[in-house]
């Protein structure tokens, strides 16, 4: 699957998937990838966000879902989870990521996907998908993102 | 979105809420094993120990923890 990814995609990948571990998610969705891209500078120029301000986007949409059932999880202990040797599969959100970054990537006529063009295909997410939801949690305008990528700005 | 706005949504059946915390809460309860396990671990417990107050078996907390 990832025979097409160039070496700063692969990272990102394997970034989203230390995202995931971390967070205890059991699968590489759509919201870790996006934390996966923005382990590499280029996309944190775009988007105009860090990778922490990401993580703690996430963190406060799961706070507030929490606190509406009733649960306040403030001050429980929450270490992050250590790397198992557990097999983490991607979601179908995040498969579907991988035929739009190819088609990015044919488009901007390169041979290999980068980690701008998962980035670019991370911005084609509609709501309710979960990097959809982070990037609406984060206020990305992004026609805006689009417009940096294009302009290399 | 605010706490608040939240409760709304879920009042108004918004399932994106609900599906959220659901997931919110198994990140939760993965969070609170990995940091009771590390504690039963120091303590001395075995994996045995730990699989049975779990309810999983010794070898899937060993692929889980390891050590």
Partial sequence: ?153 | MEAGDLSERLRSHDPAVGLRAVGALHRLAEQVEAAAVARAREQGWSREQIGDALGVSRQSVHAKYGK
């Fill in chain 1, 1 to 153: 699957m990832f025979e097409q990814f160039a070496a700063g995609a692969r990272d990102a990948v394997t970034s989203a998937l230390n995202e995931a571990t971390l967070r205890g998610d059991r699968r590489i969705g759509t919201q870790h990838l996006l934390l996966g891209v923005l382990h590499e500078p280029g996309s944190v120029r775009a988007l105009g966000i860090d990778l922490k301000t990401a993580r703690a986007a996430l963190d406060a949409l799961d706070r507030s879902a929490l606190a509406a059932i009733g649960i306040d999880i403030q001050g429980i202990e929450r270490p992050p989870i250590p790397a198992s040797r557990k097999r983490t599969p991607f979601t179908s959100g995040a498969r579907a990521v991988v035929p739009r970054a190819l088609a990015e990537t044919r488009k901007a006529g390169s041979r290999r996907i980068t980690p701008e063009h998962l980035l670019l295909a991370l911005l084609d997410c509609a709501q309710p998908d979960p990097a959809a939801e982070l990037m609406a949690q984060l206020g990305i305008d992004r026609a805006a993102v689009r417009e940096r990528i294009r302009t290399g700005a």
